[in-house]
């Protein structure tokens, strides 16, 4: 026998591990810096660690309690009822939960391209079809109402990145809302946000109150640290919040997860320190690579770099892992993650000299 038909179905690249590189080119790990999968740079909150250790010795219950407390926290600091708050194993889960409760068999959606990988492959797991938009490097990968709605047609969840991955481009909110008013009713637009801690402007969230067709996704994977727990959450309009009980797989967010997502909500000082160093890193490299680049929002900088293979192999090299592009559709560019104030200046060091 055979699983059903997945030739469609693309296959998810993540960016590169310290030990597998460490191990091909027999490099000690700590010789390594990995600015590829933009990864917080001062790893978890230190609360977050204690909280895990000290819910070791809960492993063996469900987190009912646990998973209740964190979306009453969420619901509660973004001023929301718990049944708008739908917790995921990873922004991802989330997604999946988007794609199970809108798509029937045959629904289409709308990706940005280049755009997160796993839109597409998520809207393919639950049986929709796919469809593209295009931010155009000509336009520095600008993000309009314009941008998406020349490309909609119909399609049952438009997907918008702010700020977006990998060029780190955003969409402001009168931009959203004009999209979710110019796309027919039964249109989700749905806002990622996982990189919203790291830009000054404002989450659409607001939207979510206005409207019943706006959705907005978040992760603790990025400015919380939590990459390896596995933990996001989406916020949605309370008009059809209740579908998250019908759709939801039982305990998606693990007892681990859940006490670490509660500690690392209230560790204020380690998400502060992470944006404020993000937003150093970002203009660092903006200065001081040898290569264009593009204005970001996120933990993050798109470079163009001419062969992004060549530069990335030899960047891994001299030790710095960076993100090569092509899987995005962008040969010819490296996303290169914000790290610590010296990872950082090592990573433009080391992609300079390649690049000389
Ligand atoms: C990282 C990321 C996510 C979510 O990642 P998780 O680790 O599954 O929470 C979602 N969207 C974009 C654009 C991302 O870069």
Not at 197 to 223: G, N, P, Y
Not at 261 to 277: F, P, S
Not at 312 to 328: E, N
Request: net charge negative; hydrophobic share 40%; charged share 25%.
């Amino acid at each position: 026998m055979q699983p059903r038909d997945l030739s469609a179905h693309g296959v998810y690249r993540a960016g590169r591990g310290i030990e597998e590189v460490a191990r091909e080119l027999d490099l000690d790990p700590d010789d390594l810096v990995k600015l590829a999968s933009n990864e917080n740079m001062y790893g978890p909150s230190p609360a977050a660690v204690e909280a895990i250790q000290s819910s070791a010795e809960q492993m063996h219950s469900y987190p009912k309690a646990s998973h209740a407390d964190l979306v009453d926290r969420l619901a509660d600091r973004w001023g929301l009822a718990p049944e708008q708050v739908w917790l995921g194993n990873g922004g991802d889960g989330v997604l999946d939960y988007f794609a199970r409760a809108m798509l029937e068999p045959g629904d289409a959606v709308l990706v940005p391209a280049p755009g997160f990988a796993y839109y597409p492959m998520s809207a393919r797991f639950h049986h929709g079809t796919i469809r593209e938009y295009t931010l155009s490097k000509a336009d520095d990968f600008e993000q309009t109402a314009e941008t998406v709605l020349e490309a909609y047609d119909g399609e049952r969840i438009v997907y918008l990145t702010s700020p977006h991955n990998p060029t780190g481009t955003e969409i402001g909110n009168d931009d959203v809302a004009e999209i979710a008013d110019r796309t027919d009713e039964e249109t989700l637009v749905l806002v990622d946000e996982a990189y919203g801690e790291f830009t000054d402007a404002t989450s659409a969230r607001a939207l979510v109150d206005e409207r019943d067709d706006v959705a907005i996704l978040r992760t603790f994977s990025k400015a919380y640290g939590l990459a390896g727990v596995r933990l996001g959450y989406g916020f949605v309009p309370e008009e059809w919040a209740d579908a998250y009980a019908r759709i939801n797989t039982p305990f998606a967010a693990s007892e681990l997860a859940c006490r670490a997502g509660l500690a690392a909500l209230d560790d204020d000082e380690h998400v502060e320190k992470t944006v404020e160093t993000a937003q150093w890193a970002r203009e660092y490299y903006h200065e001081h690579l040898d290569a264009p680049t593009w204005e970001s929002g996120g933990n993050f900088v798109l470079a163009e770099v001419g062969d992004a293979e060549a530069v990335a192999d030899a960047a891994q090299r001299d030790g710095v892992i960076v993100r090569d592009c092509g899987s995005f559709g962008l040969p010819e560019c490296v996303r290169i993650t914000c790290g610590t104030r010296e990872d950082t200046k090592t990573a433009v060091e080391v992609v300079n000299g390649v690049l000389d």
